[in-house]
């Protein structure tokens, strides 16, 4: 079965590197995105690719079958969902559950 | 970037009564488009891949014929709760397929939908 796993909550404190981790077991799924949530907002993209890749603060590790993302100096206002999401050759794409950042002062 | 728009951003509805929510992509044709429900505390749930000009294609568990999508155009899908309930209530978000080759989706900034 096509599914996708994340941790359910990540806790950090400001100032810190956090790294939220991701591995399917998608068939032909070559792309990782990792989108950031705030509930009742349309997800937002922060990188992307079948390749390591940095936007930002946000870096993006790549292995066949998992990603990392990788928040540096993590904020309060970080604090948010983050979907792990891999995108077979047909455009569908398959979320994980979401993990849920909590950020401490 | 490529914008995707919603209407309504919330609507209240009574029970039995159906809801019809408008998906746009403003600059760019959609082929595809998708729409996903999410119900507190959990995760985005794909509902149906809607594609232009022809039937949309639903995931398992969720029922055509309550669920009405119709994609007519390449910049326009809408999705139909017929008869709607309170257990209809969620949060609809729509998603465009880009043109690129990476397949990125944009979204929309969703839907309230609450049934009393």
């Known amino acids: 079965k096509d599914q996708v796993f994340q941790p359910s909550t990540v806790a950090s404190s400001e100032g810190a590197v956090v790294e939220i981790f991701c591995n399917h077991s998608?068939?032909?799924?070559?792309?990782f995105f990792w989108y950031l949530h705030f509930p009742g907002c349309a997800p937002r993209l922060l990188v992307k690719?079948?390749?390591?890749?940095q936007q930002g603060r946000y870096n993006m590790t790549y292995e066949r079958f998992s990603s990392s993302l990788l928040i540096l100096q993590v904020r309060e206002a970080d604090a948010a969902v983050y979907y792990c999401?891999?995108?077979?050759?047909?455009?569908?794409?398959?979320f994980g559950q979401g993990t849920t950042l909590q950020v401490k002062p | 970037g490529a914008v995707v728009s919603q209407h309504p951003s919330r609507v209240i509805c009574k029970s039995g009564t159906s809801v019809k929510i408008e998906c746009r992509s403003l600059?760019?044709?959609?082929?595809?488009m998708f729409w996903y429900r999410q119900f507190p505390k959990q995760s985005l749930m794909l509902m149906a891949t809607?594609?232009?000009?022809?039937?949309?294609?639903?995931e398992q568990g969720v029922e055509k014929d309550k669920f009405l999508i119709n994609h007519a155009s390449l910049t326009l899908s809408t999705l139909t709760v017929t008869s709607a309930h309170p257990e209809d209530s969620s949060f609809y978000i729509c998603?465009?397929?880009?043109?690129?080759?990476?397949?990125?989706?944009?979204f929309g900034p969703g839907t309230r939908l609450t049934v009393t």
């Open positions: 998608v068939s032909n799924a070559y792309n």
């Open positions: 999401v891999c995108s077979g050759n047909t455009g569908k794409l398959i």
């Open positions: 809607s594609n232009e000009g022809s039937k949309a294609t639903y």
């Open positions: 600059d760019f044709q959609a082929t595809t």
């Open positions: 998603s465009a397929l880009g043109t690129s080759t990476i397949y990125e989706q944009y």
């Open positions: 690719g079948s390749k390591p890749s």
